[in-house]
């Protein structure tokens, strides 16, 4: 059964006072500010940890000048994953803030324990910091 529909007052002094509480209440109020959605799914900006630090930060700084690193060296220094070590040493490499080098040409090498079973493979490319990623080092440790 259906609930009756509530009668709305219709007098004429209950509809003014309506209406300039309405008025007033529109008077009082600040002019409204958009308030940005927030981003659902990954709950944090791209690139940036969740204390708030950037990922490429955190890098520069475990890296020290003149000394070549291999990925798993970055990777145990920062504590991040391996595709966002990978991700952002790439970008850090297009920026001209990191080196690579090469360990050795041709295709991968790998490594076998002493009773011959493979262990992985060796790693190829090691990396290093520039002129410009040592600027980024130093910036991250006055700010940290």
Do not use: C
Request: proline share 7%.
């Amino acid at each position: 059964m259906r609930k009756p529909k509530r009668e709305i007052p219709t007098h004429p002094d209950i509809i003014a006072i309506a209406a300039s509480r309405t008025q007033l209440v529109k008077r009082e109020l600040p002019e409204a500010v958009p308030v940005r959605a927030p981003r659902r799914g990954h709950g944090h900006r791209k690139g940036l940890r969740s204390d708030g630090t950037a990922h490429a930060d955190r890098i520069a700084v475990a890296m020290r000048p003149g000394r070549w690193y291999a990925r798993p060296d970055v990777l145990r220094a920062t504590g991040l994953a391996y595709d966002t070590v990978k991700r952002i040493i790439v970008g850090m490499r297009n920026q001209g803030e990191v080196e690579q080098g090469e360990l050795y040409a041709g295709g991968p090498r790998w490594r076998f324990a002493p009773n011959g079973a493979a262990r992985g493979r060796e790693t190829k490319f090691v990396f290093r910091l520039a002129a410009k990623g040592e600027v980024r080092r130093r910036r991250a440790l006055m700010l940290a």
